[in-house]
Protein backbone atom coordinates (compact mmCIF):
# COMPACT_ATOMS: atom_id res chain seq x y z
CA UNK A 1 0.00 0.00 0.00
CA UNK A 2 1.33 3.64 -0.66
CA UNK A 3 2.65 4.66 2.51
CA UNK A 4 3.01 8.59 4.30
CA UNK A 5 7.05 7.86 3.62
CA UNK A 6 8.39 10.53 1.71
CA UNK A 7 11.21 10.98 -0.88
CA UNK A 8 13.97 13.08 1.76
CA UNK A 9 13.64 10.45 4.63
CA UNK A 10 13.64 7.36 1.88
CA UNK A 11 17.26 9.12 0.79
CA UNK A 12 18.35 9.90 4.11
CA UNK A 13 17.48 6.65 5.37
CA UNK A 14 17.09 3.70 3.32
CA UNK A 15 17.71 4.62 -0.42
CA UNK A 16 21.76 4.01 -0.16
CA UNK A 17 21.07 0.88 1.14
CA UNK A 18 18.87 -0.73 -0.96
CA UNK A 19 20.45 0.91 -3.85
CA UNK A 20 24.10 -0.94 -2.53
CA UNK A 21 21.83 -4.24 -2.53
CA UNK A 22 20.40 -3.66 -6.57
CA UNK A 23 24.33 -2.66 -7.19
CA UNK A 24 25.77 -6.20 -5.81
CA UNK A 25 22.80 -8.20 -7.05
CA UNK A 26 23.30 -6.75 -10.89
CA UNK A 27 27.23 -7.36 -10.41
CA UNK A 28 26.08 -10.82 -8.80
CA UNK A 29 23.55 -11.53 -12.26
CA UNK A 30 26.29 -10.28 -15.38
CA UNK A 31 29.50 -11.68 -13.57
CA UNK A 32 29.60 -14.91 -15.83
CA UNK A 33 28.63 -12.88 -19.05
CA UNK A 34 32.50 -12.44 -19.39
CA UNK A 35 33.52 -15.95 -17.39
CA UNK A 36 31.59 -18.60 -20.36
CA UNK A 37 34.86 -19.14 -22.35
CA UNK A 38 37.03 -19.83 -18.81
CA UNK A 39 34.17 -21.93 -17.42
CA UNK A 40 33.98 -23.85 -21.15
CA UNK A 41 37.85 -24.26 -21.17
CA UNK A 42 37.85 -25.36 -16.84
CA UNK A 43 35.42 -27.45 -17.20
CA UNK A 44 35.76 -29.26 -21.00
CA UNK A 45 32.53 -27.99 -22.40
CA UNK A 46 30.92 -25.92 -25.32
CA UNK A 47 30.18 -22.34 -24.86
CA UNK A 48 26.70 -23.35 -24.44
CA UNK A 49 26.51 -25.65 -22.16
CA UNK A 50 28.27 -22.94 -19.58
CA UNK A 51 25.46 -20.62 -20.59
CA UNK A 52 23.51 -22.68 -18.28
CA UNK A 53 25.13 -20.45 -15.53
CA UNK A 54 23.68 -17.76 -16.90
CA UNK A 55 19.93 -19.33 -17.89
CA UNK A 56 19.61 -21.01 -14.81
CA UNK A 57 20.26 -18.25 -13.02
CA UNK A 58 17.88 -16.48 -14.64
CA UNK A 59 14.81 -18.72 -14.82
CA UNK A 60 15.13 -18.90 -10.10
CA UNK A 61 14.96 -15.82 -10.47
CA UNK A 62 12.13 -15.21 -12.78
CA UNK A 63 9.99 -17.64 -10.95
CA UNK A 64 10.83 -16.63 -7.53
CA UNK A 65 9.22 -13.17 -7.95
CA UNK A 66 6.13 -15.44 -7.49
CA UNK A 67 7.62 -15.63 -3.54
CA UNK A 68 9.21 -12.52 -3.07
CA UNK A 69 6.16 -10.05 -4.04
CA UNK A 70 4.01 -11.14 -1.79
CA UNK A 71 6.40 -11.80 1.05
CA UNK A 72 7.55 -8.40 0.44
CA UNK A 73 4.01 -6.59 0.57
CA UNK A 74 3.16 -9.14 3.78
CA UNK A 75 6.21 -8.92 5.98
CA UNK A 76 8.16 -5.56 5.01
CA UNK A 77 10.16 -4.91 1.76
CA UNK A 78 13.08 -3.46 3.24
CA UNK A 79 13.48 -7.06 5.96
CA UNK A 80 12.78 -9.56 2.57
CA UNK A 81 15.83 -7.68 1.00
CA UNK A 82 18.14 -7.90 3.92
CA UNK A 83 17.52 -11.83 4.43
CA UNK A 84 18.04 -12.09 0.25
CA UNK A 85 21.32 -10.37 0.56
CA UNK A 86 22.72 -11.95 3.32
CA UNK A 87 21.60 -15.56 1.54
CA UNK A 88 23.73 -14.20 -1.47
CA UNK A 89 26.63 -14.04 0.49
CA UNK A 90 26.60 -17.56 1.72
CA UNK A 91 25.65 -19.56 -2.15
CA UNK A 92 28.46 -17.11 -3.52
CA UNK A 93 30.47 -18.99 -0.95
CA UNK A 94 29.65 -22.13 -2.25
CA UNK A 95 30.45 -21.25 -5.73
CA UNK A 96 33.90 -20.68 -5.26
CA UNK A 97 33.95 -24.33 -4.32
CA UNK A 98 32.42 -26.38 -7.15
CA UNK A 99 33.56 -29.20 -9.15
CA UNK A 100 31.88 -29.08 -12.17
CA UNK A 101 29.73 -27.33 -14.55
CA UNK A 102 26.87 -28.92 -12.83
CA UNK A 103 27.19 -27.61 -9.11
CA UNK A 104 28.16 -24.59 -10.56
CA UNK A 105 25.20 -24.57 -12.75
CA UNK A 106 23.01 -25.87 -10.16
CA UNK A 107 24.42 -22.99 -7.55
CA UNK A 108 24.18 -20.35 -9.87
CA UNK A 109 20.14 -21.25 -9.90
CA UNK A 110 20.28 -21.62 -6.22
CA UNK A 111 21.83 -17.77 -6.61
CA UNK A 112 19.10 -16.70 -8.83
CA UNK A 113 16.76 -17.73 -6.26
CA UNK A 114 17.76 -15.33 -3.47
CA UNK A 115 18.77 -12.54 -5.98
CA UNK A 116 15.22 -12.37 -6.73
CA UNK A 117 14.54 -10.82 -3.43
CA UNK A 118 16.68 -7.66 -4.17
CA UNK A 119 15.83 -5.46 -7.15
CA UNK A 120 12.22 -5.62 -7.58
CA UNK A 121 10.94 -4.93 -3.98
CA UNK A 122 13.82 -2.68 -4.13
CA UNK A 123 11.66 -0.70 -6.95
CA UNK A 124 8.50 -1.79 -4.90
CA UNK A 125 9.90 -0.17 -2.36
CA UNK A 126 10.49 3.23 -3.90
CA UNK A 127 6.91 2.75 -5.17
CA UNK A 128 5.38 3.15 -1.83
CA UNK A 129 8.04 6.12 -0.67
CA UNK A 130 7.84 8.20 -3.96
CA UNK A 131 4.68 10.35 -5.58
CA UNK A 132 4.47 8.80 -9.73
CA UNK A 133 5.22 12.64 -10.46
CA UNK A 134 9.34 11.87 -9.20
CA UNK A 135 9.12 8.33 -9.45
CA UNK A 136 10.67 7.94 -12.68
CA UNK A 137 13.73 10.41 -11.70
CA UNK A 138 14.43 8.43 -8.10
CA UNK A 139 13.74 5.16 -10.28
CA UNK A 140 16.29 6.54 -12.46
CA UNK A 141 18.64 7.03 -9.75
CA UNK A 142 18.26 3.66 -8.44
CA UNK A 143 18.82 2.28 -12.17
CA UNK A 144 22.01 4.24 -11.82
CA UNK A 145 23.02 1.75 -8.92
CA UNK A 146 22.26 -1.29 -10.35
CA UNK A 147 23.88 -0.59 -14.16
CA UNK A 148 26.98 0.25 -12.27
CA UNK A 149 27.07 -3.14 -10.77
CA UNK A 150 26.19 -4.53 -14.64
CA UNK A 151 29.14 -2.93 -15.29
CA UNK A 152 31.74 -4.08 -12.53
CA UNK A 153 30.35 -7.90 -13.21
CA UNK A 154 30.71 -7.55 -16.67
CA UNK A 155 34.17 -5.84 -16.37
CA UNK A 156 35.17 -7.64 -13.14
CA UNK A 157 34.49 -11.12 -14.47
CA UNK A 158 36.84 -10.78 -18.29
CA UNK A 159 39.50 -9.31 -15.51
CA UNK A 160 39.52 -12.36 -13.17
CA UNK A 161 39.31 -14.64 -16.21
CA UNK A 162 42.28 -13.35 -18.07
CA UNK A 163 44.42 -12.53 -14.62
CA UNK A 164 43.33 -14.97 -11.98
CA UNK A 165 40.61 -17.37 -11.93
CA UNK A 166 36.66 -17.67 -12.46
CA UNK A 167 36.35 -19.18 -8.67
CA UNK A 168 38.25 -15.38 -7.59
CA UNK A 169 35.07 -13.55 -8.60
CA UNK A 170 33.24 -15.29 -6.21
CA UNK A 171 35.04 -14.77 -3.51
CA UNK A 172 34.70 -10.86 -4.53
CA UNK A 173 31.02 -11.66 -4.40
CA UNK A 174 30.69 -13.09 -0.98
CA UNK A 175 32.67 -9.79 0.31
CA UNK A 176 30.47 -7.68 -1.51
CA UNK A 177 27.14 -9.42 0.02
CA UNK A 178 28.53 -9.99 3.47
CA UNK A 179 29.24 -6.15 3.52
CA UNK A 180 25.82 -5.14 2.23
CA UNK A 181 24.07 -7.97 3.90
CA UNK A 182 26.05 -6.34 7.11
CA UNK A 183 25.07 -2.85 6.64
CA UNK A 184 21.31 -3.86 5.99
CA UNK A 185 21.00 -5.83 9.39
CA UNK A 186 21.97 -3.02 11.42
CA UNK A 187 19.34 -0.84 9.65
CA UNK A 188 16.34 -3.56 9.94
CA UNK A 189 12.66 -1.85 10.65
CA UNK A 190 10.75 -3.15 13.48
CA UNK A 191 8.75 -5.81 11.94
CA UNK A 192 5.61 -5.66 10.95
CA UNK A 193 2.36 -7.84 11.89
CA UNK A 194 1.88 -10.09 8.95
CA UNK A 195 -1.85 -10.53 10.16
CA UNK A 196 -3.12 -7.33 9.75
CA UNK A 197 -4.90 -6.55 6.30
CA UNK A 198 -2.76 -8.58 4.45
CA UNK A 199 -4.98 -10.75 1.62
CA UNK A 200 -2.78 -14.31 0.67
CA UNK A 201 -0.70 -14.88 -2.01
CA UNK A 202 -2.90 -16.04 -4.60
CA UNK A 203 -5.58 -13.42 -3.69
CA UNK A 204 -3.02 -10.57 -4.24
CA UNK A 205 -1.60 -12.49 -7.65
CA UNK A 206 -4.95 -12.78 -9.00
CA UNK A 207 -5.48 -8.85 -8.33
CA UNK A 208 -2.98 -7.93 -10.33
CA UNK A 209 -3.89 -9.84 -13.02
CA UNK A 210 -6.96 -8.88 -13.32
CA UNK A 211 -6.05 -5.35 -14.38
CA UNK A 212 -5.86 -5.15 -18.49
CA UNK A 213 -2.99 -2.89 -18.10
CA UNK A 214 -1.17 -4.95 -15.78
CA UNK A 215 -1.09 -7.82 -18.01
CA UNK A 216 0.08 -5.94 -21.37
CA UNK A 217 2.74 -4.47 -18.83
CA UNK A 218 3.88 -8.22 -17.82
CA UNK A 219 3.72 -9.03 -21.92
CA UNK A 220 5.93 -6.41 -22.92
CA UNK A 221 8.57 -6.89 -19.97
CA UNK A 222 8.33 -11.16 -21.27
CA UNK A 223 9.46 -10.13 -24.87
CA UNK A 224 11.75 -7.52 -23.84
CA UNK A 225 13.71 -9.71 -21.53
CA UNK A 226 13.84 -12.73 -24.70
CA UNK A 227 15.32 -10.17 -27.47
CA UNK A 228 17.78 -7.91 -25.26
CA UNK A 229 19.75 -10.19 -22.67
CA UNK A 230 19.53 -13.41 -24.95
CA UNK A 231 22.12 -10.87 -27.41
CA UNK A 232 23.71 -9.23 -24.76
CA UNK A 233 25.43 -12.26 -23.05
CA UNK A 234 27.16 -13.33 -26.09
CA UNK A 235 28.88 -10.00 -27.16
CA UNK A 236 31.71 -11.09 -24.19
CA UNK A 237 32.41 -14.32 -26.26
CA UNK A 238 31.89 -12.85 -30.02
CA UNK A 239 34.05 -10.18 -29.58
CA UNK A 240 36.67 -12.86 -27.99
CA UNK A 241 35.90 -15.54 -30.77
CA UNK A 242 35.78 -13.27 -34.16
CA UNK A 243 38.15 -10.44 -33.19
CA UNK A 244 40.72 -12.10 -30.93
CA UNK A 245 39.75 -9.76 -28.12
CA UNK A 246 41.48 -10.48 -24.61
CA UNK A 247 38.17 -11.52 -22.24
CA UNK A 248 38.95 -8.25 -20.10
CA UNK A 249 39.00 -5.96 -23.14
CA UNK A 250 35.91 -7.29 -24.39
CA UNK A 251 34.16 -6.81 -20.79
CA UNK A 252 35.37 -3.64 -20.87
CA UNK A 253 33.54 -3.14 -24.24
CA UNK A 254 30.07 -4.78 -23.14
CA UNK A 255 30.22 -2.47 -20.09
CA UNK A 256 29.60 0.54 -22.22
CA UNK A 257 25.95 -1.07 -22.40
CA UNK A 258 25.94 0.20 -18.92
CA UNK A 259 27.47 3.57 -19.62
CA UNK A 260 25.13 3.88 -21.96
CA UNK A 261 21.96 3.27 -19.34
CA UNK A 262 24.26 5.90 -16.87
CA UNK A 263 23.95 8.40 -19.53
CA UNK A 264 19.95 7.79 -19.82
CA UNK A 265 19.72 8.36 -15.91
CA UNK A 266 21.68 11.56 -16.23
CA UNK A 267 19.36 12.90 -18.90
CA UNK A 268 15.82 10.81 -17.58
CA UNK A 269 14.70 14.12 -16.60
CA UNK A 270 15.22 15.93 -19.57
CA UNK A 271 14.24 13.16 -22.06
CA UNK A 272 10.86 12.42 -20.23
CA UNK A 273 10.28 15.91 -20.68
CA UNK A 274 11.23 16.37 -24.66
CA UNK A 275 9.82 13.15 -25.35
CA UNK A 276 7.43 11.36 -22.81
CA UNK A 277 6.80 8.42 -22.26
CA UNK A 278 5.85 7.48 -26.02
CA UNK A 279 8.73 8.77 -27.09
CA UNK A 280 10.90 7.15 -24.70
CA UNK A 281 9.49 4.04 -25.46
CA UNK A 282 9.85 4.54 -29.44
CA UNK A 283 12.99 5.90 -29.65
CA UNK A 284 14.44 3.66 -26.86
CA UNK A 285 13.42 0.27 -29.02
CA UNK A 286 15.10 1.89 -32.43
CA UNK A 287 18.48 2.88 -30.73
CA UNK A 288 18.29 -1.02 -29.71
CA UNK A 289 17.86 -2.21 -32.97
CA UNK A 290 20.65 0.14 -34.16
CA UNK A 291 23.01 -1.10 -31.89
CA UNK A 292 22.63 -4.61 -32.67
CA UNK A 293 22.30 -4.03 -36.06
CA UNK A 294 26.20 -2.47 -35.57
CA UNK A 295 27.28 -5.57 -33.63
CA UNK A 296 26.06 -8.46 -36.33
CA UNK A 297 26.80 -6.79 -39.55
CA UNK A 298 30.32 -4.88 -38.22
CA UNK A 299 33.91 -6.42 -39.37
CA UNK A 300 36.18 -4.50 -37.31
CA UNK A 301 35.31 -4.68 -33.33
CA UNK A 302 35.92 -1.03 -32.53
CA UNK A 303 31.92 -0.84 -33.88
CA UNK A 304 31.14 -2.46 -31.14
CA UNK A 305 32.16 1.00 -28.71
CA UNK A 306 29.47 2.77 -30.11
CA UNK A 307 27.17 -0.32 -30.09
CA UNK A 308 27.22 -0.85 -27.35
CA UNK A 309 26.96 2.35 -26.01
CA UNK A 310 24.04 3.09 -28.48
CA UNK A 311 22.04 -0.04 -27.52
CA UNK A 312 22.36 0.87 -23.67
CA UNK A 313 21.16 4.30 -23.47
CA UNK A 314 18.16 2.61 -25.65
CA UNK A 315 17.42 -0.40 -23.26
CA UNK A 316 17.07 1.92 -20.48
CA UNK A 317 15.14 4.62 -22.16
CA UNK A 318 12.51 1.81 -22.70
CA UNK A 319 12.96 -0.24 -19.28
CA UNK A 320 12.62 2.45 -17.10
CA UNK A 321 9.37 3.94 -18.70
CA UNK A 322 8.25 -0.07 -18.52
CA UNK A 323 9.34 -0.24 -14.73
CA UNK A 324 7.56 3.17 -13.80
CA UNK A 325 4.63 2.06 -15.07
CA UNK A 326 5.19 -1.13 -13.40
CA UNK A 327 5.39 0.67 -9.74
CA UNK A 328 1.84 1.99 -10.67
CA UNK A 329 -0.20 -1.05 -12.53
CA UNK A 330 -1.54 -2.69 -9.28
CA UNK A 331 -0.69 0.10 -6.52
CA UNK A 332 -2.91 -2.00 -3.62
CA UNK A 333 -0.02 -5.17 -4.11
CA UNK A 334 2.85 -2.78 -5.36
CA UNK A 335 5.36 -5.70 -4.53
CA UNK A 336 3.80 -8.20 -5.90
CA UNK A 337 2.89 -6.68 -8.94
CA UNK A 338 6.48 -5.45 -9.50
CA UNK A 339 7.87 -8.76 -8.92
CA UNK A 340 5.53 -10.41 -11.31
CA UNK A 341 7.32 -7.55 -13.90
CA UNK A 342 10.52 -9.16 -12.53
CA UNK A 343 9.27 -12.10 -12.90
CA UNK A 344 8.02 -11.97 -16.56
CA UNK A 345 11.04 -10.24 -17.75
CA UNK A 346 13.45 -12.75 -16.63
CA UNK A 347 11.72 -15.45 -17.68
CA UNK A 348 11.94 -14.14 -21.03
CA UNK A 349 15.83 -13.90 -20.68
CA UNK A 350 15.65 -17.02 -19.44
CA UNK A 351 13.54 -18.58 -22.47
CA UNK A 352 15.37 -16.15 -25.00
CA UNK A 353 19.00 -17.23 -23.54
CA UNK A 354 17.90 -20.81 -23.89
CA UNK A 355 16.92 -21.01 -27.49
CA UNK A 356 19.49 -18.25 -28.96
CA UNK A 357 22.12 -20.93 -27.13
CA UNK A 358 21.28 -24.03 -29.30
CA UNK A 359 21.23 -21.45 -32.12
CA UNK A 360 24.54 -20.17 -31.15
CA UNK A 361 26.10 -23.88 -31.12
CA UNK A 362 24.34 -24.19 -34.43
CA UNK A 363 24.69 -20.75 -36.64
CA UNK A 364 27.07 -18.54 -34.75
CA UNK A 365 26.65 -15.89 -32.36
CA UNK A 366 25.59 -13.69 -35.14
CA UNK A 367 21.95 -14.45 -35.62
CA UNK A 368 21.29 -13.77 -31.65
CA UNK A 369 22.18 -10.23 -32.82
CA UNK A 370 20.02 -10.33 -36.39
CA UNK A 371 16.88 -11.74 -33.86
CA UNK A 372 17.03 -8.81 -31.60
CA UNK A 373 18.07 -5.91 -34.04
CA UNK A 374 14.42 -6.98 -35.96
CA UNK A 375 12.42 -7.37 -32.62
CA UNK A 376 13.36 -4.81 -30.36
CA UNK A 377 11.96 -1.87 -32.62
CA UNK A 378 8.72 -3.41 -33.03
CA UNK A 379 8.44 -3.93 -29.09
CA UNK A 380 9.30 0.27 -28.80
CA UNK A 381 6.95 0.91 -31.26
CA UNK A 382 4.39 -1.23 -29.68
CA UNK A 383 4.73 -0.29 -26.16
CA UNK A 384 4.13 3.67 -26.94
CA UNK A 385 1.31 2.53 -29.27
CA UNK A 386 -0.02 0.67 -25.91
CA UNK A 387 0.18 3.99 -23.60
CA UNK A 388 -1.46 5.87 -26.86
CA UNK A 389 -4.18 4.08 -26.63
CA UNK A 390 -4.86 3.51 -23.07
CA UNK A 391 -4.75 7.77 -22.59
CA UNK A 392 -7.56 7.55 -25.18
Given at each position: ????V ?19 SM ?38 Q ?18 A ?15 S ?7 R ?20 S ?18 T ?36 L??L ?5 P ?23 L???L ?10 V ?43 EKG ?21 W ?15 M ?19 A???F ?5 L ?29 P ?15
Amino acid sequence: MQTSVNEDSMHKGTFYLIAAAGFASMAGMRICDALLPSLAASFQVSTGTAASSISLFVIAYGFLQLVYGPLGDRYGKQRVITYAVAACAFINLALVFASSMTAVAVMRAIAGAVTAGIIPLGMAHIGDSVPYSDRQRVLAKFLSATITGMIGGQWVGGLFADLLDWRAAFVLLTALFGGVAFMLLRALPPKPDPSVGQPGFLVQMRGVLQVAWARRILTLALIEGAFVFSALVFIPTYLHSRFGLPLTAAGAIVALYGAGGLAYTFLARHLLRRFGEKGLARIGGALMGTGFALLAFSSHWAWAVPACLVAGLGFYMLHNTLQVNATQMAPHARGTAVSLFACSLFLGQSLGIGAVAILVDKYGIGAAFIASMIALPLIGAWFAHSISSRLR
